[in-house]
C-alpha cells in the first residue's frame, strides 16, 4: 500500500502543470462567444474537433516521439502518402491505381501497413544507424511526400474506394466518427504514457537514454515500436483526412508539421525530451483549432490571417508559460 | 523513376546538344530547340497541361529540349533556364508563378538575345516576346455573373479563394468582388483564403455554413483542389441536391478537369471556367516557333478567338476561357473531355 501511495501527490502536481493552456482555451471560448453568436453552438464546437481530429493524432504521435528524445518531420508525408499507395493498389488503371485489383475491404489496414512500414525504416536509420533524428526524418518528409507525387504523377485521386473514406465521414451516436477515433486514442494515450510501464519507459528514455538502459530498459526496442506507432497513426490520420475531403490531392498533409510542433510546445512537450503529457499536447491542438475557427468566424482578410494566427500562437506561448511557471525549452 | 528518367534524359540531352551546337546557328530560320520550364507537378491542370506538350511540339514540329520542372520555386526556375540556355536553347517557354522574382532572369535573357514565352503569368518587369494566358480576372466576372443571374441579384456565396501571393489567384479574387458589388450589391459575400489547400477549404467551408445556412453560392478557385472538399461538406450537411430543390447549393468552380464535368453532368455541381490546358501548350509553342522564325505580332484580334494586347513590356495572347454549363459540358472540343 505505502509504494502505490506515495506518487499520488506527484501525479496530481504534474496534472496542473499540463492544464497551463487551460485559461488560454477558457479566453477563447469567451472571445469566440463575444463575437460571434455561431460560436458556441454545439455544431460549430463539434465541426472544431471534426477538423482537429486528424491533425490531433499526428500531434499525439509527435508528442510521444518528442518524449522520447526523438523527432519525426516525415509524419506530415505519411499522411497523403499512406492512403495513396493503399488506395492506388486498390483502385482500377483507369482511376490511377497500380492495377492490382486488390480487394477495396484491406484498404484501412494496407495504410496502416504503409505507415507502420515508414515508421520502421524511420526506427531503422536512428536507432540501427544512429543518425541524426532531425535530418534523416526531414530527408524522409522529402522522400515519403515524392512516393505520393511519383506514382501519382501529381494527379489527385478523385475515385476511391468507399472503405476508406467511412471513417472519416461516418457518424457514431450524433457525433462524427474521427472525434470518437481521436478521443479514444487520446484517452489511451494519457493512459499509457501516465500509468503503464512502457508509457513511462519513454520519459526514462528522453530524459537520459543512458540512465534508462542501465535501469533495464530496453532502449532500442521501445525507440523503434514510438517510431512505427507514430507511422501508424499519421497513416489512420491520412486516413480520417481522406474521408473528411473525399479525394487525396498532391498536398496532402503538406504543412502539418508546424503546426503539430505548435500543437505540442505550446501544450508543454520539451523539443529536448522526457517532459511533456499526452493531455498538454491535446490542450494544444484546441487551442489552434479554435484560433483557426474564429479567425474563419469573424472572416478576417485572408491578407492578415497569417500574421494574426501567428501572434496567437506566441501569445499562447507566453500564457503558458506564465502559467506553467518555467522556463520552456 | 522520375529522376532516373531525369538523368538519363540530361545525359542524352548533353550528347545531342554537343553534337547540333555547330549547325543551330547555320540552320537559320526555324531551326533551333525550344527550351521549356514547367512551373509545378503537383497540380492537376498543370500535369494535363505538362501532357499536351510534347503533343503540340510535334504538331506544331517545334524541335523541343527535355523539359525541366521547377517545381513551384523560382529559384530553381532560374537555374533550370540557365541550364536550357547553357545547352543551346534558343526560345524559352516558361511559367514563373512569382511574377517579380524573375525580373532578372529575363533581363539576362534579353541581354543574349533569347526571346522569352510565359504561360499563365505576366512578369511583373523583363522583356517577353508573348504572354500566354486566359484572362483570369474574366474567370471571376463569369463566375460572378453565372451566381448573381442564377441567385436573382440577393443572399449569401461564399469564394473559396486560391492562394493570395499568386497573381492568379488575386486577379480571380479581385474580379469576383468587384462583380458582385458593381452588378449584384444585394449579395454578400464571404472570401475564404483557402491558399490551393483542400483541407483548409474543407474546414473553412464547414464553418462558414454552420455560421450562415442560407449561403446559396460558392466560387471554387481551382477545381481540382476544391472540388472534392466541397462535396464531401455539402454531402455531409445534406446539401448535395439537384438545382430544382430549393436547398440546392449553386457551385461554380474553376479549372475545367474531366472530374468537374463529371460533376456537373451528375447535378452536383453547376458550372466550371475552363482554363484551356491544351491552348496553353499550343500557343505556348506556336509562338516560340514564331520567335525563333522573327515573326512579329500586333495587339488585336487573333485567328483564334483571342485578343493580343499590349504589355509595357511585351505583348499578351488573352485566349478564351468558356463558361461550361449542363449545356454545353460535352462538347468535345473542351479539353477536360479530351484526357483519359
Keep these: 500500500m505505502t509504494t502505490l501511495t506515495a506518487p499520488v501527490p506527484r501525479v496530481r502536481l504534474a496534472r496542473f502543470r499540463d492544464l497551463t493552456l487551460v485559461p488560454v482555451i477558457v479566453i477563447l471560448l469567451v472571445v469566440g462567444a463575444f463575437l460571434d453568436p455561431t460560436f458556441m453552438t454545439a455544431g460549430n464546437l463539434t465541426n472544431v474537433l471534426q477538423q482537429q481530429a486528424a491533425i490531433s493524432l499526428l500531434v499525439l504521435a509527435e508528442a510521444m516521439i518528442l518524449i522520447a528524445g526523438k523527432f519525426d518531420l516525415s509524419l506530415e508525408s505519411t499522411v497523403g502518402t499512406a492512403p495513396a499507395i493503399a488506395v492506388m493498389l486498390v483502385i482500377p488503371v483507369t482511376a490511377g491505381g497500380f492495377g492490382l485489383g486488390l480487394p477495396g475491404a484491406l484498404v484501412i489496414p494496407l495504410a496502416l501497413l504503409v505507415g507502420a512500414a515508414i515508421g520502421a525504416f524511420n526506427g531503422f536509420l536512428i536507432v540501427r544507424f544512429k543518425l541524426s533524428a532531425f535530418i534523416v526524418t526531414l530527408a524522409m518528409l522529402i522522400i515519403v511526400h515524392g512516393f505520393l507525387q511519383g506514382p501519382t504523377e501529381g494527379k489527385t485521386l478523385f475515385q476511391l474506394p468507399d472503405s476508406i473514406l467511412y471513417l472519416g465521414s461516418a457518424t457514431w451516436l450524433g457525433l462524427p466518427a474521427a472525434i470518437w477515433i481521436a478521443g479514444a486514442l487520446f484517452a489511451a494515450g494519457i493512459f499509457g504514457l501516465g500509468y503503464l510501464r512502457l508509457g513511462r519507459a519513454l520519459y526514462a528514455i528522453g530524459g537520459n537514454a543512458d540512465a534508462a538502459r542501465a535501469a533495464g530498459i530496453r532502449v532500442d526496442r521501445v525507440l523503434y515500436g514510438v517510431f512505427i506507432l507514430g507511422g501508424t497513426l499519421a497513416a489512420l490520420a491520412g486516413i480520417l483526412e481522406t474521408g473528411r475531403l473525399g479525394a487525396i490531392g498532391n498536398n496532402q498533409g503538406v504543412g502539418w508539421i508546424f503546426m503539430v510542433f505548435a500543437a505540442a510546445v505550446i501544450g508543454g512537450v520539451s523539443m529536448d525530451g522526457g517532459k511533456g503529457t499526452i493531455l498538454g499536447a491535446l490542450t494544444g491542438v484546441l487551442v489552434i483549432g479554435l484560433v483557426q475557427n474564429i479567425l474563419t468566424l469573424i472572416g478576417v482578410s485572408g491578407f492578415w490571417q497569417p500574421v494574426i494566427y501567428g501572434g496567437i500562437i506566441l501569445i499562447a506561448l507566453m500564457i503558458s508559460r506564465i502559467a506553467g511557471g518555467k522556463a520552456q525549452d | ?340
Design chain 2, 1 to 340: 523513376m522520375k529522376f532516373g528518367s531525369a538523368v538519363a534524359a540530361a545525359a542524352l540531352l548533353a550528347v545531342v546538344t554537343a553534337c547540333g551546337s555547330g549547325t543551330t546557328t547555320a540552320a537559320g530560320e526555324g531551326g533551333g530547340k525550344v527550351g521549356i520550364d514547367h512551373p509545378r507537378a503537383d497540380s492537376d491542370f498543370w500535369n494535363s497541361y505538362i501532357k499536351y506538350v510534347p503533343q503540340m511540339a510535334s504538331e506544331l514540329k517545334v524541335d523541343l529540349m527535355p523539359p525541366t520542372n521547377s517545381q513551384n520555386d523560382v529559384a530553381k526556375l532560374v537555374n533550370n533556364v540557365q541550364a536550357l540556355v547553357g545547352k543551346g536553347a534558343k526560345v524559352i517557354v516558361m511559367a514563373p508563378q512569382d511574377t517579380g522574382a524573375i525580373a532578372n532572369t529575363l533581363q539576362q535573357l534579353e541581354n543574349k538575345k533569347i526571346p522569352v514565352v510565359t504561360v499563365d503569368t505576366r512578369p511583373d518587369k523583363g522583356k517577353v516576346y508573348m504572354v500566354v494566358r486566359a484572362d483570369n480576372r474574366a474567370y471571376g466576372t463569369k463566375a460572378c455573373e453565372f451566381l448573381g443571374e442564377k441567385l436573382g441579384g440577393k443572399g449569401k456565396v461564399v469564394q473559396l479563394q486560391g492562394s493570395l501571393g499568386s497573381i492568379n489567384g488575386r486577379d480571380r479574387s479581385e474580379a469576383f468582388l468587384e462583380c458582385m458589388k458593381s452588378k449584384y450589391p444585394g449579395i454578400t459575400v464571404f472570401s475564404e483564403p483557402t491558399e490551393w489547400e483542400g483541407s483548409k477549404a474543407a474546414s473553412m467551408l464547414q464553418t462558414r455554413l454552420e455560421q450562415n445556412p442560407d449561403i446559396k453560392g460558392i466560387y471554387m478557385h481551382a477545381g481540382g483542389v476544391h472540388l472534392a472538399p466541397t462535396l464531401q461538406v455539402l454531402k455531409q450537411k445534406g446539401l448535395l441536391v439537384p438545382p430544382s430543390d430549393p436547398k440546392h447549393i449553386f457551385v461554380v468552380s474553376n479549372d475545367g478537369i474531366p472530374q468537374e464535368f463529371e460533376a456537373i453532368r451528375k447535378g452536383d455541381i453547376d458550372a466550371t471556367v475552363s482554363q484551356p490546358a491544351d491552348l496553353y501548350a499550343k500557343y505556348a509553342l506556336f509562338y516560340a516557333k514564331a520567335a525563333m522564325e522573327g515573326k512579329t505580332f500586333k495587339p488585336g484580334p487573333t485567328d483564334h478567338d483571342s485578343t493580343i494586347i499590349q504589355l509595357p513590356n511585351g505583348l499578351e495572347d488573352q485566349l478564351p476561357a468558356p463558361l461550361v454549363t449542363k449545356d454545353n459540358v460535352d462538347d468535345k472540343s473542351l479539353w477536360g473531355n479530351q484526357v483519359k
